[in-house]
């Protein structure tokens, strides 16, 4: 167990709706990031915040948001969803960035059908 | 942006052998770290090696930093060793963590 909780594991929701995935840090982490994995792209960079910052951003889609709360759980918003959106989408945190060591969450699947 | 390169892409062991993965970086880095996603898809921290060489178990890594590559050893695998192994750096430059596209570990009995 890293101390990274995902909610929720599976969804599955059709296309044109939107959906939040909801991501707990490990306890005292400040930094969190967001991973998409499809079957075709490897483990993709989204987006990640620094204690409510957003700090980098990577290849997010514009249907696509984030936001770091101030108890520093985060939450990833998909619109618009799209057949290509279907994924695991990854949480991970870590205390300190740059440098800091990424714990991740066992994931969160999204299907769309 | 930095480049990451894993080989072999795929390996086949019996149990009981021992098999070197490699990841071959393109810059420098503020952190490597090498994780194990297994069958059910959960991604496992292996090591944390931005450089020099560390032991758990039956798994080592080394990191060479100045020569950008790391090397991760499972010695006596085992079954349970199935899955995808990924390498992962974080460059000074753009400060987020980049992955390799791995290697697929398959340990048969």
């Known amino acids: 167990d890293s101390g990274v909780t995902q909610t929720p594991k599976h969804l599955i929701t059709a296309t044109g709706q939107r959906v939040t995935l909801r991501c707990s840090p490990r306890s005292g982490d400040l930094s969190v990031y967001w991973y998409q994995q499809s079957l075709d792209q490897g483990l993709q960079f989204l987006i990640q915040?620094?204690?409510?910052?957003?700090?980098a951003k990577g290849n997010i889609l514009e249907r696509f948001s984030a936001q770091q709360f101030p108890d520093l759980h985060s939450e990833l918003n998909l619109s618009s969803l799209e057949l290509g959106d279907s994924a695991l989408y990854f949480c991970?945190?870590?205390?300190?960035?740059?440098?800091?060591?990424?714990?991740f969450g066992e994931g969160s699947r999204l299907t769309v059908l | 942006g930095i480049q990451v390169e894993q080989s072999p892409p795929d390996l086949i062991l019996q149990e009981g052998a021992n098999s070197t993965l490699r990841c071959n970086f393109s810059?420098?880095?503020?952190?490597l770290q090498w994780f194990h996603q297994n069958p059910w898809g959960q991604l496992i921290n292996l090591f944390y090696?931005?450089?020099g060489t560390k032991q758990n178990g039956r798994l080592s890594a080394t990191t060479v930093a100045t020569e950008r590559y790391s090397l991760l050893y499972i010695s006596s695998s085992q079954t349970t060793d199935s899955g995808v192994y990924f390498c992962a750096v974080e460059d000074t430059g753009f400060q987020k963590l980049v992955f390799g596209t791995g290697t697929r570990l398959l340990v048969s009995p």
């Open positions: 915040y620094y204690n409510g910052e957003e700090r």
């Open positions: 991970a945190s870590s205390v300190v960035h740059p440098g800091g060591e990424l714990f």
């Open positions: 090696i931005p450089s």
């Open positions: 810059d420098s880095v503020n952190n």
